[in-house]
Nanobody
Framework: QVQLVDSGGGLVQAGGSLRLSCAAS????????MGWFRQAPEDEREFVATISWSSATTTYADSVKGRFTISRDNAKNTVYLQMNSLKPEDTAVYYCAATYVSGGSKRPGDYTYWGPGTQVTVSS
């Protein structure tokens, strides 16, 4: 069982940066693949980034590649999403999630545990 709490969202101007954090409970955090997803109003939840249990593998959506960086600190049971060069179209609720797929996954259906979400709003 893993409980996730994501935080760090807020209001930022276009071109700005934010860092999201996701704190996990549970002693087996390091065995999970982790991911970030986002959902804008009236849109489906979409994949943003994923990271393997060891941080050896990261994968990004094309829309954020080169601007966002996912990382994790297993000693702190925390995963991060550094978001730079933010655009208005990045506005959404961002969710962190944990999957038993240790290498990470782009598919929401592979994830078992989800955080409550944190709102990111980018103004133009």
């Amino acid at each position: 069982q893993v409980q996730l709490v994501d935080s760090g969202g807020g209001l930022v101007q276009a071109g700005g940066s934010l860092r999201l954090s996701c704190a996990a409970s549970g002693r087996t955090f390091s065995s999970y693949g982790m991911g970030w997803f986002r959902q804008a109003p009236e849109d489906e939840r979409e994949f943003v980034a994923t990271i393997s249990w060891s941080s050896a593998t990261t994968t990004y959506a094309d829309s954020v590649k080169g601007r966002f960086t996912i990382s994790r600190d297993n000693a702190k049971n925390t995963v991060y999403l550094q978001m730079n060069s933010l655009k208005p179209e990045d506005t959404a609720v961002y969710y962190c999630a944990a999957t038993y797929v240790s290498g990470g996954s782009k598919r929401p259906g592979d994830y078992t545990y989800w955080g409550p979400g944190t709102q990111v709003t980018v103004s133009s």
